[in-house]
């Protein structure tokens, strides 16, 4: 065995001899050292699951020669004794911006925004910029280089970070001592990605997340069909996205919602991101780990909140508090249902923050040998650097940390950082730890001194029995330098001393406030003293319960379906059997099985409706709760969007609305562009993930809009096409005409280039897609309907339609419903011929009409909007209900699902304590295909559990404080509500 070891020693050394220089020098007579370094006695993580005791690292020209308990040391060995101390692996940090400067934001010039691309011959969008090369413009930083061997790195992946689609990055390794000729471990290590725009462009697409996600998918749809060889002129940015689909792909997400969006993207093509996460990922563990994604997590863990002032204190949510409580068990999370990832020190202020963030998630049980692989073999595999990265295995990289022992320790230190062989020392070993309790009698007086701190920065805290005395230290090169203060006379003694090798006595000489000189001597008592809170039994922090959503109401647990019986209830059918007094109605299977006189349980749960109502839930035709973002209006049509993508499933909105009644909604674009995105139309299944309240089978809708939105007389903004009501309908008759075009071609069988947004268009020709178009003015309106039939289409709603009583029978002859406010009126000039009775009027005339919210806080209440009908238009009140029920189900297509009370339809139900239309009515509970996800009695006790809850994490986050903590100042945050002109 012996003689096998020296034969590769040998080989290995040959090879070194081997290899000449192809470069002349210069610089001086040079040769090259081919001595070894035996770094021998030491405990050596070799691997993270293989750790040798007393064993020897054996390295020589920047690489492991051998690793091991019997490793022979060749004679031209420098030996160096670590007896005592550990050797780990270097850590990897695969996501970075180092040693790239920041690009600069692009100046703005005046208040119109830019639509056009600045470049040619790149592709259209400037925020998609596959062809940078972080290599191009990167440049060695030695200060931020040591600022990351101190927290323990060795080779660090970099790009540039700005943009959609951002470039090529490089792999570093950190070491001074070389040139880029070595540090440069690989020129383009990956291709990179996000949803964020670049700074160094004002171009307006995107202006939405929304939009970033069509775009990435236009994107690759683009690189696909220039692949095959169809465009005719070139385009070097998706000449480089090809070129680079060999490399792994990073995706910065930054949350949980953004993860799984990212992922889609992938899927759609084929693809396999390695997605950089936002440390939320345990709120939705069963869907991260079903992405079978890699992922790198940054553990930027937020500080406590300062709520030592109840009103300040009264501005953080209970989301917000628990997010600090809860957050440091992500690492934990993801290691146990087994998904793959690596940390990072993306997101931190400073590297130097990422050990004190790393220890707080061991506090919450992540374990430290999956900490280590997070660190070392998990970013080489992701690099794909696993033959040279990531352990001390023979002929790997010479990357490794000596330290005093676990480096996951607090009171370790890290002596030295070894990168490419080259060693950097952090903390000299040669200095004695000093840290612990001492006794220093000086000047007739005795003072009890604690010095903690790190290794290589001590600290020093003075008293005399309760009396504190402000104190500092320094120490370097064996020496120390303290001053103390009298706090009450400021007085200043200042003192300096040898620290000896060995020994429990530091002396020295001390200059007294008086100028006198004095010696001093500071005799060890001790250690310093362990947490005992945490020390005891290893007791880990309380950690909070999730609740789904995780925030304020969100369920311990989520609602099942139950198979229910309601008795007596006055039933409101919105059928043709009308309000049926002490009626029955069966819920099973999440249907209604059953409506009548004295039916049978079949044992269901029995609900006593005597003296109560029960309606369908209520439908809202035309909503903005709910979504990340609503307007895309970087052009002037965006039919590539979908509401979809940004459906918000913890938006608390869906809880008020259902304490409202609502069951249903549509999720409508806004109106900041003629052709807007299409919509979203979601049950309100509150707990549930987004995609599980998009409604399976959806109808497809896009949203459409007229006035002043779309010609942008309010938005400031007079450089994009159309700047009139002309020119909305030209954009209209364009827009078709070319989607005719391109379903032509497509119907040939030709090649095509695919095109997402007039996919769209062309189903709206097909009568696939339907439209629902904000709207005022009767001349608008008209127009439409005529561009509609002169493509044999027809226009399927016009929302708000405040004009709606002018043109109401043109409407019914088109074919088109209206879905209005009840009475709102003169809030900006287009509206100012708006009436309270609109909305009758057009019913009168054999329009569908539906009352619709179109605003956060009015949707909660539009059992009150249609009760107004009938005050104004002396509708019946079982007309005026059909119009936030069966009305807007049929607008939406789906009245054979919901919007009544009938045999086989889903049994979305409320349970109201009145008459609905009654403005002393509550929902008592609102059911969604039998399971309830609002109940009154529910939601009071969920009330006082959230006191309780806040008041244990105020208390928790004070307790924070007083043991010296970080903490941060609470702000308040302002939930937004979305509207039709609502911008991001």
Same mark, same amino acid.
């Given at each position: ?13 040959? #090879? ?13 007579? =040079? ?107 990167? *440049? ?136 950089? #996460? ?19 997590? $940054? ?107 676990? &480096? ?61 005395? $402000? ?61 005992? *809170? ?19 109401? #969100?369920?311990? @647990? ?35 099985? @059953? ?21 369908? #839930? ?62 979203? &139309? ?28 779309? *010609? ?37 069988? =030709? ?19 339907? &439209? ?174 959230? =006191? ?37």
């Amino acid at each position: 065995m012996k003689r096998t070891t020296l034969l590769v020693l040998w080989l290995l050394g040959l #090879g070194t001899v081997c290899a000449q220089d192809y470069f002349p020098n210069n610089s001086g007579v =040079k040769e090259k050292n081919s001595n070894y370094t035996a770094l021998t006695n030491a405990t050596i993580y070799i691997s993270p699951g293989q750790v040798v005791q007393n064993g020897t690292l054996l390295i020589q020209n920047g690489k492991v020669v051998a690793s091991g308990r019997n490793v022979s040391v060749p004679s031209n060995s420098v030996s160096i004794d670590l007896d005592g101390k550990t050797i780990y692996p270097s850590f990897i940090d695969a996501y970075t911006g180092f040693g790239v400067e920041k690009p600069k934001r692009a100046p703005g010039s005046g208040r119109s925004p830019q639509y056009e691309a600045t470049r040619q011959g790149f592709y259209w969008n400037d925020h998609i910029m596959p062809e940078n090369r972080a290599m191009d413009k990167f *440049k060695y930083d030695s200060k931020a280089a040591t600022e990351m061997r101190k927290a323990g790195f060795g080779v660090v992946n970099t790009h540039i970070m700005d943009g959609i689609a951002r470039g090529t990055g490089v792999l570093v390794a950190l070491n001074d001592d070389g040139s880029d000729a070595d540090r440069v471990l690989n020129d383009d290590s990956g291709q990179f990605f996000s949803f964020s725009k670049s700074v160094t462009s004002r171009q307006s697409y995107p202006g939405s997340l929304m939009g970033s996600i069509a775009l990435l998918r236009q994107m690759h749809y683009d690189a696909d069909w220039y692949a095959k060889g169809n465009s005719e002129t070139k385009d070097r940015s998706l000449e480089a996205l090809i070129a680079s689909r060999g490399l792994t792909s990073f995706f910065e997400a930054g949350n949980k919602g953004n993860d799984l969006r990212a992922d889609k993207i992938a899927d759609m093509f084929n693809l396999n991101y390695v997605i950089v #996460g936002g440390g939320d990922e345990y709120e939705m563990m069963d869907k991260i780990k079903a992405t079978n994604a890699r992922f790198i997590i $940054p553990i930027n863990f937020p500080d406590a909140f300062d709520v030592s002032d109840p009103y300040a204190a009264d501005f953080v949510s209970l989301a917000d508090m628990r997010e600090w409580n809860q957050a440091p068990m992500n690492p934990k999370s993801l290691s146990d249902a087994g998904v793959t990832f690596a940390l990072t020190t993306h997101d931190l202020k400073k590297a130097g923050d990422f050990h004190g963030k790393l220890r707080k998630a061991l506090e919450y049980g992540f374990d430290k040998t999956k900490a280590l692989e997070s660190l070392t073999t998990v970013p080489a595999a992701i690099l794909g650097q696993s033959d040279a990265l990531g352990t001390l295995e023979n002929g790997k990289m010479a990357n490794f940390l000596i330290t005093s022992g676990d &480096i996951f320790d607090k009171s370790t230190t890290i002596y030295e950082n070894w990168v490419q062989g080259k060693k950097h020392v952090i903390n000299s070993m040669d200095q004695r730890d000093i840290r612990g309790q001492y006794n220093l009698t000086a000047g007739g007086k005795t003072y009890q001194v604690k010095i903690e701190g790190s290794y290589g920065k001590p600290s020093m805290s003075t008293t005399i029995g309760e009396t504190k005395y $402000p104190s500092k230290l320094t120490y370097s090169n064996d020496w120390i330098t303290f001053s103390i203060t009298d706090d009450a006379t400021k007085a200043v003694s200042r003192g300096s001393g040898l620290v000896p090798a060995s020994g429990n006595t530091i002396s020295g000489k001390l200059v007294l406030p008086s100028g006198m000189e004095s010696n001093f001597t500071a005799t060890r008592t001790g250690d310093l003293e362990k947490d005992e *809170k945490k020390a005891e039994s290893g007791a880990s922090p309380e950690i909070m319960p999730m609740t789904y959503p995780n925030m304020s109401y #969100g369920w311990t @647990a989520l609602p099942t379906a139950q198979n229910m019986l309601f008795r007596n209830a006055t039933v409101w059918t919105g059928e043709a059997d009308g309000i049926l007094e002490n009626t029955d109605v069966l819920i099973q299977n999440g249907k209604i099985a @059953a409506v009548g006189q004295n039916l049978n349980a079949r044992g269901a749960r029995v609900i006593d409706a005597t003296g109560k109502h029960l309606t369908a #839930g209520i439908i809202d035709e035309h909503s903005h709760i709910a979504a990340l973002s609503i307007n895309e209006g970087g052009h002037n049509s965006s039919a590539e969007v979908k509401i979809e993508d940004v459906v918000d499933s913890e938006d608390i909105n869906i809880y008020r609305n259902l304490a409202g009644g609502v069951t249903s909604i549509q999720i409508l674009h806004g109106s900041a562009n003629p052709i807007g995105g299409r919509s979203a &139309i979601i049950k309100l299944k509150w707990g549930m993930e987004a995609d599980d309240l998009i409604y399976d089978n959806s109808p497809k809708f896009i949203k459409f809009a007229l006035g002043e939105n779309v *010609k942008q007389s309010n938005w400031q903004s007079y450089s994009r096409f159309p700047q009139s009501r002309m020119g909305v309908e030209q954009v209209f008759v364009n827009y078709f005409n070319r989607a005719k075009e391109y379903d032509a071609i497509k119907k040939s069988g =030709k090649s095509y280039r695919y095109d997402e947004e007039l996919e769209v268009l062309a189903e709206i020709l097909n009568g696939e897609r339907f &439209i629902s178009c904000h709207s005022y003015v009767q001349s608008e309106i008209n127009m439409l309907m005529k561009v509609a039939e002169s493509f044999d289409f027809r226009v399927n709603t016009f929302t708000h339609i405040l004009e709606g009583y002018k043109v109401a029978d043109k409407m019914k002859q088109h074919g088109v419903g209206g879905s209005t406010f009840s009475d709102w009126w003169a809030y900006k000039f287009e509206v100012n011929d708006a009436i309270p009775y609109n909305a009758a009027i057009m019913a009168a005339e054999g329009v569908t009409v539906a009352i619709n919210s179109d605003d956060g806080e009015m949707s909660r209440r539009l059992n009150q909007e249609a009760a107004k009908s009938v005050k104004y238009g002396g509708m019946s009140e079982e007309e005026a209900w059909k119009m936030v029920t069966i009305n807007p189900a049929k607008l939406l297509h789906l009245d054979e699902r919901v919007g009544s009370i009938a045999v086989g339809k889903d049994a979305d139900l409320v349970l109201w304590t009145d008459n609905p239309l009654s403005i002393y009515a509550k929902a008592e509970k609102t059911i969604i295909e039998g399971t309830v996800f609002f109940d009154l009695e529910t939601d009071k006790a969920k009330r006082e559990a959230i =006191k309780a809850e806040r008041s244990k994490l105020v208390n928790m986050m004070l307790s924070e404080k007083n043991g010296g903590g970080k903490t941060r100042a609470p702000k308040r945050k302002e939930n937004r509500h979305f509207h039709c002109e609502s911008l991001n």
